[in-house]
């Protein structure tokens, strides 16, 4: 289910004779604004673009904890990879490796910021390109806050990081 209202505010103006109708539609000042999830989650997120034939793809997330309580992200999931999985690049004799990951723990009053390199989620099995200033839509359940839907925007193929672009409040 999402987690967006829209509203919608029909202004009807008349300007040298001539009624003109606009349409605010606040669709875009609620996408671009971080998402609150439960009691005090602020999520930010970002992904990178892909090549037309790539069956993978990640996705990285900063999540802020203004809450008492500690919190779990617990999975994720998106409708354009066939599994969204919580992953984390480690160093291990030299050699970096990336493994799955059961849950991402969001202490309270702190953060968790994924970045390249490190905690992300990996897209697996794609059924579409990832394709630059798009946005990808991703579902994220904590153990406490339950079930949040996001959108995050994609950026570049080498993009390092988001830089201030898309947050989301729920």
């Not at 409708?79 to 493994?99: D, P, Q, W």
């Not at 953060?111 to 490190?118: A, C, D, H």
């Amino acid at each position: 289910m999402p987690c967006y209202t829209v509203p919608l505010i029909v202004v009807t103006v008349v300007y040298e004779g001539v009624l003109v109708r606009f349409f605010v539609l606040f669709l875009g000042l609620l996408l671009s604004a971080p998402a609150w999830a439960g009691d005090g989650l602020v999520v930010e997120g970002w992904a990178r673009a892909t090549a037309s034939k790539a069956r993978t793809g990640a996705a990285y997330l900063t999540i802020r904890n203004n809450s008492a309580a500690a919190e779990k992200l617990l999975s994720s999931s998106s409708g354009v990879a066939k599994r969204a999985a919580l992953h984390n690049h480690t160093m291990a004799g030299g050699v970096m490796k990336m493994r799955p990951v059961e849950t991402v723990e969001i202490p309270a009053k702190g953060m968790v910021m994924m970045k390249p390199g490190g905690l992300h989620i990996m897209l697996m099995g794609l059924n579409t390109q990832l394709v630059k200033g798009a946005d990808l839509p991703l579902s994220l359940t904590f153990e406490k806050a339950g079930t949040i839907e996001v959108q995050v925007k994609i950026l570049g193929m080498g993009a390092k990081s988001m830089h201030g672009h898309q947050k989301h409040k729920n």
